[in-house]
């Protein structure tokens, strides 16, 4: 029988090659009851030596993104997974609605297959100047919050766009998100733009965020929403633990 010792050993060298742990996974792969390994970690947590959070652990040396990429560099990055999201968080406008878009390029791949015979009754209001023109271009009613914009997303942030939103009652908003994590939930690296998600998310009756499986277990320097205040689209769950936090749709083509 495997001693603490050398299960604490084999927990410890799995998050440094992981960053994070399931409980199921290694008691799966030591052959012990989960029970057992749910004692170990809440021990080294205890100790300092790890994160616990719900199902698992995660290393104290995960990275956090503190700094936003251009939106020009991240619109290159799964291009393939983003369409499919798109694709189907288009479909989840209907007639009548008051949408809010969130500066992104995820949420961007959602413009081209809104149904434009949804142009006469659904207004759409977007803090991101890309979204906005695309939107125009396709014959849809667009709103433009005051602030400031920034030049690496192309965002209006500030407290004009935070005082025009707080006046909005939205039907839906659909939200990009740079990483989601099961304790910090969803977040991203700047708190301006932190602060508008909050607040459209705030006014809105229904919250979708859009994110490739690339963002989960991933965490950015400011949270925008806890989990169970949102819907998450994805191309792929490779953790099964969201499911148990809120309702997640897989859109693999």
């Known amino acids: 029988m495997m001693l603490q010792e050398e299960r604490f050993n084999y927990i410890m060298n799995a998050l440094s090659g992981r960053n994070a742990i399931k409980v199921s996974d290694i008691a799966r792969e030591l052959s012990i009851s989960q029970s057992t390994i749910r004692r170990d970690i809440i021990e080294l947590s205890e100790a300092g030596k790890l994160r616990k959070v719900f199902g698992g652990a995660v ?11 251009d939106v020009s560099i991240r619109a290159e990055f799964n291009q393939k997974e983003k369409d499919s999201i798109g694709k189907y968080a288009a479909t989840l406008i209907d007639e009548n609605d008051f949408v809010y878009i969130d500066a992104g390029t995820t949420t961007q791949y959602m413009i081209p297959y809104i149904d434009p015979a949804l142009r006469d009754s659904v207004s759409f209001i977007t803090n991101g100047l890309q979204n906005a023109a695309a939107l125009v271009k396709r014959g849809f009613r667009v709103f433009l919050p005051g602030g400031e914009l920034k030049s690496a997303t192309q965002a209006l942030v500030g407290a004009g766009a935070m005082e ?30 932190a602060k508008i998600k909050s607040q459209a998310i705030k006014h809105s009756y229904r919250t979708y965020v859009l994110c490739d499986s690339t963002k989960f277990d991933h965490i950015s320097a400011v949270t925008f929403s806890r989990l169970n205040n949102v819907c998450i689209i994805t191309d792929r769950l490779t953790n099964p633990v969201y499911r148990e936090l809120t309702a997640v749709k897989e859109v693999q083509e």
Do not use: H, R, W
């Open 59 to 69: 290393s104290l040396e995960q990275n956090i993104d503190t700094v936003d990429s």
């Open 164 to 193: 025009y939103i707080e006046n909005c009652n939205f039907t839906k908003c659909f939200m990009g998100a740079n990483g989601v994590d099961e304790v910090q939930g969803c977040t991203t690296p700047e708190m301006d733009e």
